[in-house]
Structures are given as structure tokens and as C-alpha cells.
């Protein structure tokens, strides 16, 4: 059984390279990346070699590995129909022979071997002598041993609630903090490590604890055989191998439960005749209604509005955490978090689907089209607005001047009404259809449409220089009276903001007079 899974594995790796350009390519990326991992994993590891910290550093990395295969496979459940226990829930295999092949198969491919290949650096930068060199391939083999198996006991128990609505919306956000570790590590840690807060040592005190975690067994075991203690390294690697075996059983009843449990997954939800709420306000009351359900049960807006907080937050995050505080940077948050709202909802057809050809049947007139955008528009602006405020007001308390969270409030209101209208003007002008790729929610252009880009970044460009004039003042009035900063800033903003959004209003729905039939081809061409 065990043969027969590596062989279909291996299979599926060719097929791959002989299937679709786009899978060809994927796959290519994939595997290039691989290799980049086990190459650069492999040079930090080697490059501990001499250093007081070898081994606190080494578990951090094996620590972060071990993260990567949990959280990993929960992102891309579906992609690969191995990881789901139903595919092979009719076939007659004994549960035992079935795990084994399982696990075997688990092995196999670039991205396990890149860990082996990877992790196999300790072997230059902590193990020394021939005992502490083979010890260290030992510990790297239970290692990877462990993610593969609390990888698939996580997958395994968590199938049927990854197949529905509520585990689609779990795996969408985890890709919000891992964009926002991305920032973080990008923006604060090279600043940090270059001011001298970041060194080597600054990891020792996570080895008080990460040393007794199996990823700093395993590192600790190669410090103890290349130290002369062969009796503790021994221990260690027992005690890893025992959580091993634990999880490895786990795995195997749980996927002994799910070959043997129906699956209600799939089962039509009820529905409830509950009246729809603003439908009595006519087509743009009935626009809001509908666009406010989705923004609630759709996980590719609920991702948009997880990723506007940490858009909005990014751009301040070296000067908020740096020794130097700029207070006025928030304001460059304030800009940037609502020019994404924009840049995120932009496309309204494309991202609707072939349902938009439906409501497009309603859209008879100018009047219905201002509706429809203004609709829209509402929702983005009572839900948008809110949060990047309060972004903002966070962002100052941090800092330690509350009083840049009130500069920000105007900037927000002015900048939101800029974005949103110029994001229902690139709707109705720049309509292209998206396809989501398998085991994400979000989408990206089809192929052959790139015109985005440019939407994009005139979306970005735009609301800056339509708010540059609230900018002045929140900056000017900085060191005013309250009534000033609050009673007159705020409302005249919320008053140019909101004619901001009318005009894109207006000129969206003249465009879209013209261009409606390229949305509802947009939209037939999108693959959700």
C-alpha cells in the first residue's frame, strides 16, 4: 500500500508538468521555492556554527517549521486530494495499511525533502564529532517525522469542518496573519536588528520553555551529543519519538472515525423566509441589504476587511515600534487603509459573478445604476470608515499622542469618499472577471487582463491627492482648539467626503450606461 501511494504521488507530480500552462507553472513555482527553502534554510542553520546561542536559535527555527506544516495544509485543504480522508473512504483499505501508505506518501515530493535538505544544516552549525553529526540526522528526521504527523492528525480531525462554509472562512484568515507577519518582518524587524534591540541573545529566554517543545528537544539533543552527554541526548530523542508515536496514534483513530462517518457537509442549509431588511427603501435600500449580508457571510470580504486594518496599520508599523516616533505618519495610514477599501471593492461586477447579469436586468436607467453604486458604497462606508478610524485612534495611543487619532478621523471620512468613488468609476470602466484559485478565497484576474494594476494604483494615487486638502488642515489645526479640530474638521470632511463619493457616484453611472454589457461579460467569465 505503501509503494502504491509514493507511486501515485509521483504520479500526480508528472501529471502536473503535463497538465494545463497554469498548472505547469504553479507547479514549477512551487518546486523553485522548495529549493530556495531548503538552500536558505540549510546556510542560516550552518551559519550558527561558533555562537553562544546556536541551539536556542535552532529551536526557534524548528519551532517555526513545525508551525508552517500546521498551519500550511489547513490553508491548502482541497488542492491536494490526498489530504482529505473522503476520497478514499469506498475504497477497501484496512485503516492500518492505509495510514502507513499515508505517511509514506506524505514524504514524498519537493517540499519534504526540502525540509530534510534544510534542516540538515545543523549538522555544520550545532553538531560536532561523528556521534553529534549522527544524532543531529536522527533528530532532523523525527523533525520532520513530527510535522508530517501532527500535520495530518490536524487535517485528518478537522476534514468535515474544512469542507464546510465555517472552515472555508477559518482557512481565510489565516492568511491575514500571515500578511501581517510578513509586515512585521519586513518593516519592524530589520529596523529593530538594526538599532541593536534584535541581537542573538535576545533568544534566550524563549529556550526556557521552547526546550521542552519537540522542536527544541530534537535541537537540544544534537547540543547534548556534540557536548558529551549521549545519555540526555538519548533521552530527549526518546521523548521526541514518544510524542511522535502519540500523534501518530491520534491521527490514525481519527482517521479511522472519518473513512466510517457519514459526511453531512455537503447537506443543503435551511433557509429562513425572514423579510430582507432596507427592501423597503427601494433598489438602492435593497443593494444595501444585499451587500450587507455578503460582507458578513462571504470569507473573501471578510479577509478584505481584515487585510484593510493591516494595510492600514502597516504603513506606521516602523515608526510606531522604532525609537523614533512620527505621530504624523498615521496619517499616511489613514490614506492608505482607505484607499484599499476602494481598491479591494473596485470591480463589483467581476467579483459578483454571473449573478451581477441577474441585477444587471434591474439597471435599466441612469438613476438605477446611481442606486446600485450608492448602495454599495453605504455598506463600505458604515463598515470601512469605523474601522480604519479606530485603526488610527490604536495606532496614536501606541505612539503616546492620542490626539493624531483625532487629526486622522477627518482624513479617514475625506479619503473613504474618494476611494469609493473612484473605485465605482474603475467598476464601470476597467471590468474584468476573476478566478479564485483552489484552496484560497482569494481571487485574482483572469488571465489576459492586467488593466487592475492600473485601477489600482490611480485608486491610491487619486484619494491621496483628493484628500490633500483635509490633510492640510487636520495638520494645520493640529494645535487648535478642540472645536476646531472636532466641530469643524470633522463635519467638513464627512461634507467633502461624502460629495467626493456622489460625484464618482454620477460619473460611475454614466460610464456604465455605455459599459454594461463588458460588465455582465466580466462577470460571466468569472470562476468562483
Not at 48 to 55: A, E, P, Y
Not at 165 to 187: C, K, N, S
Not at 300 to 307: D, F, I, R, T
Not at 475 to 504: E, K, Q, S
Request: glycine share 10%.
Amino acid at each position: 500500500m505503501a509503494r502504491l501511494l509514493v507511486q501515485l504521488k509521483l504520479r500526480l507530480m508528472v501529471n502536473a508538468l503535463r497538465s494545463s500552462g497554469s498548472a505547469k507553472i504553479s507547479f514549477i513555482i512551487s518546486s523553485a521555492f522548495a529549493v530556495l527553502l531548503a538552500i536558505f534554510a540549510f546556510l542560516v542553520l550552518a551559519g550558527f556554527r561558533g555562537k553562544s546561542t546556536s541551539v536556542e536559535l535552532t529551536s526557534v527555527i524548528f519551532t517555526v517549521f513545525a508551525f508552517g506544516w500546521l498551519i500550511a495544509p489547513i490553508m491548502i485543504f482541497g488542492v491536494d486530494s490526498t489530504l482529505d480522508p473522503a476520497t478514499l473512504a469506498l475504497y477497501p483499505l484496512r485503516t492500518r495499511e492505509l495510514a502507513v501508505g499515508l505517511l509514506a506518501a506524505s514524504f514524498t515530493g519537493f517540499w519534504p525533502l526540502a525540509n530534510v535538505i534544510g534542516l540538515l544544516g545543523v549538522t555544520v552549525g550545532l553538531a560536532s564529532g561523528a556521534f553529534g553529526v549522527i544524532v543531529a540526522v536522527v533528530a532532523v528526521v523525527l523533525q520532520v517525522l513530527f510535522c508530517i504527523a501532527v500535520s495530518r492528525f490536524m487535517t485528518t480531525s478537522l476534514a468535515g469542518l474544512l469542507r464546510s462554509r465555517r472552515g472555508r472562512d477559518l482557512a481565510a484568515f489565516l492568511i491575514v496573519p500571515l500578511f501581517a507577519l510578513y509586515e512585521f518582518f519586513t518593516q519592524v524587524v530589520p529596523k529593530a536588528a538594526s538599532e541593536g534591540k534584535i541581537t542573538a541573545s535576545s533568544f534566550t529566554g524563549f529556550d526556557s520553555w521552547m526546550r521542552w517543545l519537540p522542536p527544541g528537544l530534537a535541537a537540544h539533543a544534537i547540543q547534548d551529543a556534540s557536548d558529551g552527554r549521549p545519555g540526555m541526548a538519548f533521552a530527549r530523542l526518546g521523548a521526541l519519538a514518544a510524542v511522535i508515536v502519540v500523534f501518530v496514534w491520534l491521527w490514525v483513530r481519527s482517521l479511522g472515525r472519518a473513512l466510517v462517518t457519514a459526511d453531512t457537509t455537503t447537506q443543503s442549509s435551511r433557509v429562513r423566509g425572514t423579510r430582507l431588511p432596507l427592501a423597503g427603501l427601494g433598489l438602492r435600500g435593497t443593494v444595501a441589504a444585499r451587500f450587507w449580508l455578503y460582507q458578513r457571510r462571504e470569507p473573501l470580504s471578510l479577509v478584505y476587511w481584515a487585510l484593510v486594518a493591516v494595510i492600514t496599520a502597516a504603513p506606521s508599523a516602523s515608526s510606531v515600534f522604532g525609537q523614533k516616533h512620527h505621530p504624523a505618519v498615521i496619517l499616511v495610514s489613514a490614506v492608505f487603509g482607505t484607499a484599499f477599501v476602494g481598491i479591494f471593492h473596485a470591480n463589483s461586477a467581476g467579483l459578483t459573478g454571473p449573478a451581477f447579469v441577474l441585477e444587471a436586468t434591474s439597471l435599466g436607467s441612469r438613476r438605477d445604476l446611481r442606486a446600485y453604486f450608492s448602495g454599495q458604497n453605504l455598506v463600505l462606508c458604515v463598515i470601512g470608515a469605523p474601522l480604519i478610524v479606530a485603526v488610527c485612534f490604536a495606532l496614536a495611543a501606541v505612539v503616546g499622542d492620542p490626539g493624531m487619532g483625532v487629526e486622522a478621523a477627518p482624513v479617514v471620512l475625506a479619503g473613504i469618499g474618494a476611494a469609493l468613488g473612484l473605485g465605482d468609476l474603475f467598476t464601470a470602466a476597467l471590468p474584468y472577471p476573476v478566478v479564485k484559485r483552489a484552496g484560497t478565497p482569494v481571487v485574482v484576474p483572469a488571465p489576459g487582463y492586467s488593466g487592475y494594476r492600473l485601477g489600482g494604483l490611480l485608486t491610491l494615487a487619486g484619494t491621496a491627492v483628493l484628500a490633500a486638502p483635509v490633510i492640510a488642515g487636520a495638520v494645520l489645526a493640529a494645535n487648535g482648539p478642540d472645536a476646531i479640530r472636532i466641530g469643524v474638521m470633522l463635519p467638513c470632511a464627512a461634507t467633502y467626503g461624502f460629495a467626493l463619493a456622489v460625484i464618482g457616484v454620477r460619473l460611475a453611472a454614466k460610464v456604465a450606461e455605455g459599459t454594461l454589457p463588458e460588465m455582465c461579460q466580466a462577470a460571466l467569465r468569472t470562476a468562483m
